[in-house]
């Protein structure tokens, strides 16, 4: 595969999980994480089908994209949409469970600050301004993990997330949200 035909299957890309998986393995073998990464911005034309694509990348072969992590990262402070911000979300909560996790791993030696920066920025944009529950649930789960580590969060996050409970965003979501606040809370 080539960058072009990578964009190219990109476009044709539906929501199938098993075209996602294999074009997600196929940037990793071919070492076009960069150029997958680069067709998550929006302008690409193809943006939440390269995030979908990127999250199966991640999932199935996450420490070939520890190298990449700063331009995920980077991704969490763009405009992209609902579709595309959900896998973002999804790899930002294992990042920041592992990140904040009692036992020792690789991703606390190169997660650096920055980059936790603009996890938090992406996941409260996304947060605040979705309606998609998954996007919320992600989110959520990561500024719970964050902060652990910046003090701000915690009191911002409650004040979002008892506005959302006042809506009807479904069981799933407020069960979520009721957590994390006792938590929080507790």
């Given at each position: ?56 990348s991640f ?45 020792d791993n ?58 959302k409970l ?21």
């Amino acid at each position: 595969m080539t960058p072009q035909n990578l964009k190219q299957e990109l476009q044709e890309l539906k929501a199938y999980k098993k075209d996602r998986v294999r074009i997600g393995k196929a940037a990793v073998q071919n070492h076009l994480l960069p150029d997958l990464i680069s067709l998550c911005h929006p302008e690409s034309g193809v943006s939440h089908q390269a995030c979908w694509s990127l999250e199966q990348s991640f999932l199935l072969h996450e420490e070939a994209c520890y190298p990449f992590l700063a331009e995920i990262c980077g991704l969490f402070t763009w405009n992209i949409n609902s579709s595309g911000k959900r896998p973002l979300c999804k790899i930002s909560g294992i990042l920041t469970k592992k990140y904040y996790s009692n036992k020792d791993n690789l991703v606390k030696k190169i997660l650096y600050q920055p980059m936790r920066e603009q996890i938090v920025e992406g996941c409260f944009q996304e947060l605040i301004t979705t309606d998609r529950t998954a996007n919320m649930a992600y989110s959520v789960y990561s500024l719970y993990e964050l902060g652990k580590e910046f003090d701000w969060i915690y009191p911002e996050l409650i004040l979002v997330l008892e506005q959302k409970l006042q809506k009807n965003y479904g069981n799933g979501f407020k069960s979520s949200a009721r957590r994390i606040l006792a938590k929080i809370e507790g």
